[in-house]
């Protein structure tokens, strides 16, 4: 199978969790309508004042999280390869009635249907997972971004993705292998319900791999910070440990588990 097989796998797993995810506790659809933000504590100050600011948000789902920074002020961009989501995301634009552009696009392909470039390029939890290449990936990050732009990523630990969540055990290498992961899937981290199956294919891909990408492409780093916390619930066996963070294996393995990371680079 070639990249192209695994995109259109997954992307047909992705329109089909759309219903389903909008119902889910974990988007709390009802809460966001009314005005609360989506964005969570590790992203929702990193950025300071966007106000008046362009940000292209990669890989948004059905948009929650580019409908709140345009709350926050800025002109937002949403893209995702999933048709489904991006429709749900326009209805959701038009109800709250801001002004987001969406675009439905697999992130390697946006430079033929998205011009121009961004004060902010932003992505977030388990993106980086559904693509192979990150050399790619960091090219497309620095066409979007102006000069004295800044590229945000807010993701899971890739330390996180070497386990299975149901028995603890290291399935999964921590370095890209340079061919994906597949599994049959039974429902999905936000669809406990089990309404959607189907199978995806995923790479595990380093902070290393992550950082060098980006600085390969001239962006320079200003700040990594990792996180001993998840503030979704969105694995097996996972322990609110406080409001809004949870955790994973702490009981298991009597030790504090790496959970999230935060990237912040420039492009000057």
């Given at each position: 199978m070639t990249n192209q097989d695994y995109f259109a796998v997954n992307q047909k797993l992705w329109d089909g969790r759309v219903a389903a995810h909008t119902k889910s506790e974990l988007y709390d659809m009802e809460s966001f309508m009314s005005g609360k933000t989506s964005l969570k504590e590790i992203e929702k100050d990193a950025l300071g004042n966007v106000t008046g600011k362009t940000l292209l948000h990669l890989q948004c789902h059905f948009g929650q999280d580019t409908l709140s920074w345009s709350r926050k002020g800025a002109k937002a961009t949403g893209?995702?390869?999933s048709e489904n989501a991006?429709?749900?995301?326009?209805?959701?634009n038009e109800q709250l009635g801001l002004d987001v552009e969406f675009v439905t696009s697999n992130v390697y392909d946006l430079p033929e249907v998205l011009f121009g470039e961004f004060d902010?390029?932003?992505t977030s939890y388990g993106a980086t997972p559904w693509l192979p290449d990150l050399d790619k990936w960091a090219a497309i990050v620095s066409r979007y971004l102006k000069k004295g732009g800044i590229f945000y990523l807010a993701e899971f630990h890739p330390t996180l993705f070497m386990f299975n969540f149901d028995n603890h055990q290291v399935e999964y290498s921590y370095f890209n292998e340079n061919k994906p992961y597949s599994e049959e899937v039974t429902g999905s981290y936000a669809d406990k319900t089990g309404e959607t199956n189907g199978k995806e294919y995923f790479w595990n891909h380093s902070i290393s791999e992550k950082v060098n990408a980006l600085l390969n492409q001239g962006l320079t780093l200003l700040e990594l910070k990792e996180y001993d916390f998840s503030p979704?619930?969105?694995f097996p066996n996972m322990i609110e440990r406080e409001p809004g963070r949870y955790v994973w294996g702490q009981e298991k393995f009597g030790v504090r588990v790496p959970m999230t990371l935060s990237l912040k680079m420039e492009k000057r």
């Open positions: 893209i995702d390869f991006i429709a749900k995301a326009k209805q959701l902010y390029v932003f979704y619930n969105c």
